[in-house]
C-alpha cells in the first residue's frame, strides 16, 4: 500500500501535468543550490522548477495520460512545468544551459504528446506569444488596409464616371449657346453682305 505523502506527491505531480501547457525535463547533477535559485528566477512566473522522484513522476504521467516518458527519467531530474509562454520558458531553459553545461535538457510533454531534446530546443526557437500577436496584427492592419483599398476602388471609379458624364452633360448644355451665337455671327454677316 502506497504512502500517503507519496500518493499526495503522484497527485500533485499528475494534477501539475494536466493544468500545464507543457513540462520540460532536465536533468540537474552538479548544480548548486544557488544555481537552482537563479534558474528559478530566470524562468519567471510562467513555470515552476521542481526536483521529483522519477518513479513517481511516471506514475503521475500515466495518470495525467502521457505515455512514453520512462526513457527520460533516468537520473536525477527535474520539471519545469510551463503554465504561460511556452517559448519564453524553452529560451529561459536553453540560455540557462548554455551558461551552465550540467543542466541538461532531457526532453518534455506538450500537449499530450513527448518531446525530445531536440524539439524541446527549436521551441525556444520561436519568438514570444507578444511578438507572434503583434505579427499577427500586422498582418491582419495590412490585409484591412488593402480590403478598405479594394472596396473603395469601384465607388471611387464611379465617382469619376460620374464627375465625367456631368461635365460632359455641361459641356453639351453649353455647346448649343456657344454654336448658337456663331449662327447668329454668321447671319448678320451674310445679311450685311447681301445688303452691299
Do not use: C
Request: charged share 25%; net charge negative.
Amino acid at each position: 500500500m502506497a504512502r500517503p505523502d507519496k500518493a499526495a506527491d503522484v497527485a500533485e505531480l499528475t494534477e501539475a501535468f494536466s493544468n500545464s501547457a507543457a513540462a520540460v525535463l532536465t536533468e540537474y547533477r552538479g548544480l548548486t543550490v544557488k544555481d537552482l535559485k537563479a534558474l528559478r528566477r530566470s524562468l519567471g512566473e510562467d513555470a515552476t522548477y521542481a526536483v521529483t522522484k522519477n518513479t513517481l513522476t511516471m506514475i503521475a504521467a500515466r495518470e495525467a495520460g502521457i505515455e512514453g516518458l520512462d526513457d527520460k527519467l533516468a537520473g536525477p531530474t527535474a520539471i519545469a512545468f510551463i503554465r504561460g509562454d511556452v517559448a519564453t520558458v524553452a529560451k529561459g531553459l536553453r540560455d540557462f544551459a548554455k551558461a551552465n553545461p550540467l543542466l541538461v535538457i532531457k526532453g518534455g510533454v506538450m500537449d499530450g504528446r513527448v518531446l525530445d531534446a531536440d524539439s524541446v530546443k527549436k521551441l525556444a526557437d520561436l519568438e514570444s506569444r507578444e511578438v507572434l500577436l503583434a505579427k499577427l496584427a500586422g498582418a491582419m492592419n495590412g490585409n484591412l488596409a488593402k480590403a478598405v483599398g479594394l472596396f473603395a476602388a469601384p465607388l471611387s471609379q464611379a465617382a469619376r464616371a460620374l464627375a465625367a458624364l456631368t461635365s460632359q452633360k455641361q459641356a453639351g448644355d453649353d455647346a448649343p449657346a456657344t454654336d448658337a451665337a456663331p449662327a447668329a455671327e454668321a447671319t448678320t454677316d451674310a445679311a450685311d453682305a447681301a445688303s452691299e
